[in-house]
């Protein structure tokens, strides 16, 4: 593994792929992009048809093609809802989350030929697009959409890198080979381990490589890859490039067409049409499988953040609860149904000796009875498992969340501390404390005295961490906590985004600049800090208000506890504002609003070379090192970014970056010789919305999260991304430090933990000892075990921490691994059309006169799993389901569909249990036909349905044909000739 390692981190190696980054081709991040806003765009045109909407892209064609944008697809998706301003935040996160997970395979799978259908492993390569897609499935049911595109994104890289590394192009194929994601399709015309397929190079040139024969007969092959070994079978195809070993053998070169370089580079374009073709199929049966809203769901189209809440449910907490139970509720009644409702609804209480379990659903009438359901009981011994709450919530909320704590008690678990820690800045999600009554609990010492529960440190420990996340510690009376939850209706507003924040620790006086712009609305400040403490705040025409005005002429100020409310009046002046702050305490300002304009970030290691690439960093940079940013910037088109710096908030330091734009609105950010600290990334640019302006006027944005820098390096790595329940995992991990002395006897000794959201086994070293002469590394292993009992469909994330002797530097790595148990059902329903009647004829002057029926049954076999849902994917009738029972004891779904003569066809779409679909296909005027497996890249309009169920038996049905067809030809020839042709692509 080590050697593997080695070979990863030299430049220009992935086999000659480049994932992310690749000037003059196209990535697993360009194609994985145009696929899911395709067909995200597609679905919402269909749902738009179904309920008698336009459908109105504001790209220059208006069409559904490669030009598509983000914004382009959320615009038209939401159009004719009441905001006034968008948010594509959410979309960008999620399609973010797929495409770093399927550029992780190269690392995760480097050496593994069935993830890259490399060495002709066809039916291995399909078995993990197939296994995958039931698992992404089984994680949708669940509402764990999280590991649900971690999961399709690394299914994405094995699909995608079939048209890169086979001759599927080369054979003359035009569309997408549908047996890649049916099971029940036979992968035939492959070439055997006996059949030579390719011929030497001529030089450099290796275009007409593959034997003519092969070509002839249609044969399918893939190039062999080994980075240490050149053997091969006789007369077989390499996959060609720096690193691949077998590329010197006979027959010399390769067939890849990874990038417009590449052996075979000049039908790389023709590999990426195919790609993108292949993954929209993909995403298509996946959307048939869960549904519409679900799919939306899953690709994280939603305007609204998730509502997060982490309860203490001791006997002192019934005043807190109550609030929570208010304001949640408030906030469900007044935005369920609309377009600002909560993406999904996340509680975790806790007390002790227990915590959990998690709620997390997307039905606010499941969240409404749970958090009533809350009840005040118990405790007495004051320290409760907050962080235990806090690192589930962490871990099942998507990631740049915003979470609420309430307690009045000491964390008991604050030997969680650096997992919490590791967990903020993994998920970048926002932490808010809110904690009552402080001063005034009281509990019963030994010796019969009564002392405060919480201590100075105790308070200090929640500070710290809303502090490392962006968030919030408000302390408040119980009396009083009304008033500080505004924080929370503020924050479960759409498109809320932070403009400038700084915390000082300890307090001096100190003013702060920022700018408003013209998108933002609602713009408030929050200020926390225990008196003494004023403030005064200046617009940019030079109007002031005291934090003694409550109703002043730029804000209306509340206060709470430690907190500071600062409300700006609607209409506020744009452009650079000033706040003054008196106070030697402690404290913390946060300016916030609402606007389209926001970005996000990922740390990512930036390999230089010919081939040079990113890969996402897990844990923290290292001191004195470079650090590199990827960035995306929304609403790119109204604002232009010029500069990106990390702040160190408690000395001052700012680090300028240097901007590399990659394509529209993403930048590569690097820094150079960052020194140790705690930063945040702060973007500032020129906002080109206004034409009023002879000058572009400024904006500004500020990440919440903070980047804290160490010295020491840590690196973990598993063979799987999936573990079966009763299986275990383990992990490798290298830890590296600049510290170790250089005698020949000096041993540094680090501290190791490893910990799980789950509480499932670990086996797990406490300590590490890196030797002098060892090169500053060590490495060590965790072992995970799943229980045989876990459900299919969930995950586990794994964090391991590496802390100095002194406690006073640490890094982590968190892993996420997908719980998936062996699919033992994969078949497809199968359809038996029963009746077909019809007084639908030529001679009908108004359609809408006559009505046909369609009646089909959907059969699941003996052992399958049962059918979970049938649709309607194509017509404008309706739908009743019953059930029956056939001869030979067969449980039987009965679909029948009504119709005017206006809608004269009809296909039906049925899912069983373990997400497998079939299909049938019905007219009016033609003949009838069914199938069981066909996919398409043509959109799919959904109906509503009304359904209606019953039991009877029925004699078994004798006349259908079944046909296992492929995809639609003229379908995806049609899309495929829409896509940009001259367009360039790196597959692998």
Not at 549 to 575: D, E, M, W
Request: hydrophobic letters at 35%; proline letters at 4%; a negative charge.
């Amino acid at each position: 593994m080590l050697l593997a390692l080695m070979f990863v981190l030299l430049p220009g190696f992935l086999h000659g792929f480049i994932p992310l980054l690749s000037p003059g081709s196209i990535t697993h991040r360009v194609i994985t992009q145009r696929a899911i806003l395709r067909k995200t765009a597609e679905v919402c045109r269909g749902i738009a048809a179904s309920a008698g909407r336009d459908f109105t892209l504001t790209v220059s064609w208006t069409q559904i093609d490669d030009s598509l944008s983000a914004g382009d697809v959320e615009k038209a998706c939401y159009a004719g809802a009441s905001s006034s301003f968008r948010s594509t935040v959410g979309f960008h996160l999620s399609i973010a989350e797929v495409y770093l997970s399927n550029a992780a395979v190269d690392y995760v799978f480097m050496l593994s030929a069935r993830h890259h259908f490399d060495d002709e492993t066809f039916q291995a390569g399909r078995d993990i697009i197939t296994a995958g897609m039931k698992s992404v499935d089984e994680s949708v049911q669940l509402e764990n959409f999280v590991a649900g595109r971690l999961t399709l994104g690394a299914i994405f890289h094995t699909l995608q890198d079939f048209y890169s590394h086979s001759n599927w192009v080369e054979l003359g194929n035009n569309i997408p080979y549908g047996a890649l994601i049916n099971s029940e399709q036979t992968l035939d015309m492959l070439a055997d381990i006996n059949t030579p397929t390719c011929r030497n190079c001529k030089g450099d040139n290796c275009e007409d490589n593959v034997l003519p024969e092969l070509l002839k007969q249609g044969l399918l092959t893939s190039g062999y890859f080994s980075l240490f070994s050149s053997k091969k079978p006789p007369g077989k195809c390499s996959h060609g490039g720096f690193f691949d070993r077998t590329s010197r053998t006979d027959p010399v070169g390769g067939i890849n067409k990874d990038k417009v370089k590449s052996n075979h580079g000049s039908l790389h374009p023709k590999a990426a049409d195919l790609a993108v073709l292949a993954t929209m199929d993909l995403l298509e049966e996946l959307r048939d499988a869960v549904g519409d809203r679900r799919f939306l769901q899953l690709m994280g189209l939603s305007q609204a953040s998730a509502l997060c809440f982490v309860i203490d449910t001791t006997g002192s907490m019934s005043d807190d609860i109550a609030e929570a139970k208010r304001v949640s509720l408030d906030i469900i009644d007044r935005k369920q149904g609309t377009e600002q409702e909560p993406s999904a609804y996340i509680l975790v209480p806790f007390n002790d000796p227990d915590f959990g379990p998690l709620i997390r659903t997307t039905k606010a009438d499941v969240f409404k009875e749970s958090i009533k359901n809350l009840t005040a009981t118990g405790g007495g011994d004051a320290p409760e498992l907050s962080l235990s709450g806090l690192q589930l919530a962490l871990t099942a909320a998507p990631p740049s969340s915003e979470i609420f704590v309430f307690t009045d008690a000491p964390a008991k678990d604050a030997y969680l501390k650096s997992t919490v820690t590791a967990l903020i800045e993994s998920s970048k999600s926002v932490v808010n404390f809110m904690i009552t009554d402080v001063l005034r609990r009281v509990s019963r010492s030994p010796q019969g005295e009564n002392s405060p529960t919480m201590r100075l440190s105790d308070v200090r420990l929640y500070y710290d961490l809303a502090q490392a996340s962006g968030g919030q510690a408000v302390q408040v009376s119980k009396s009083d906590l009304p008033l500080a939850t505004g924080i929370i209706e503020d924050s479960s507003a759409g498109a809320v985004v932070t403009v400038f924040q700084v915390v000082r620790n300890p307090g001096r006086p100190d003013q702060f600049t920022f700018t408003v712009d013209s998108s933002l609305i609602n713009v408030t400040i929050y200020i926390t800090g225990f008196p003494p403490l004023t403030f005064n705040l200046t617009d940019p025409s030079g109007v002031t208000q005291s934090s003694g005005q409550s109703s002043g002429p730029l804000a209306s100020i509340s206060v709470a506890g430690n907190l500071h409310r600062l409300r700006i009046h609607p209409g506020g002046r744009t452009g650079s504002w000033k706040i003054q702050v008196d106070s030697f305490n402690s404290y913390s300002v946060k300016v916030t609003g609402q606007s389209s304009v926001n970005f996000i970030f990922y740390l990512v290691d930036a390999r230089e070379g010919p081939h040079g690439d990113l890969s996402l960093k897990d844990g923290r940079p290292l001191s004195g090192g470079n650090m590199s940013l990827l960035v995306t910037v929304t609403e790119s088109d109204k604002v232009k970014v010029t500069e990106v710096t990390l702040v160190d908030s408690s000395s001052e330091t700012e680090v300028n970056g240097t901007l590399q734009p990659l394509d529209s609105g993403t930048f590569l950010v690097t820094f150079t010789d960052v020194p140790s600290g705690e930063y945040v990334v702060h973007l500032r640019g020129e906002d080109n919305s206004s034409t009023s302006r002879s000058t572009p006027a400024i904006f500004q944005r500020q990440a919440s999260t903070q980047i804290k820098t160490s010295g020491i390096t840590l690196t973990a790595q598993a063979d799987t991304i999936s573990i079966e329940p009763g299986a275990s995992v383990s992990v490798q991990f290298t830890v590296t430090t600049t510290s170790t002395g250089t005698g020949s006897s000096a041993v540094e000794t680090l501290t190791v933990k490893a910990t799980n959201d789950r509480s499932y086994t670990l086996l797990s070293p406490s300590s590490i000892n890196i030797a002098a002469g060892s090169g500053g590394a060590a490495n060590g292993t965790v072992n995970m075990t799943v229980p045989a009992g876990a459900s299919s469909g969930t995950d586990v994330t794994l964090t391991i921490e590496v802390q100095d002797a002194a406690g006073t530097d640490i890094n982590y790595a968190v892993l996420r691994f997908l719980v998936a148990a062996k699919a033992t059902d994969v078949t497809r329903p199968v359809c038996q059309v029963v009746s077909l009647s019809t007084s639908c004829n030529s001679s009908l002057t108004y359609c809408a006169s006559a009505h046909w029926e369609f009646i089909a049954n959907f059969t699941d076999g003996i052992n399958g799993t049962g059918i979970r849902t049938v649709t309607v994917q194509k017509g404008n009738g309706t739908l009743n389901i019953s059930s029956a029972v056939g001869a030979g004891g067969e449980n039987i779904t009965v679909a029948t569909y009504n119709a005017s003569c206006c809608s004269d066809s009809v296909e039906l779409a049925a899912v069983d249990r373990a997400g497998n679909v079939g299909r049938c296909v019905g007219s009016a005027s033609t003949s009838t036909s069914t199938s069981t497996s066909s996919t398409s890249t043509s959109t799919s309009t959904s109906t509503s349905t009304s359904s209606t169920s019953s039991t009877s038996t029925v004699a078994p049905v004798t006349s259908a044909a079944v046909s296992n067809a492929g995809p639609n030809l003229s379908r995806s020839l049609w899309l495929w000739i829409t896509v940009s042709a001259f367009l360039l692509w790196d597959v692998k």
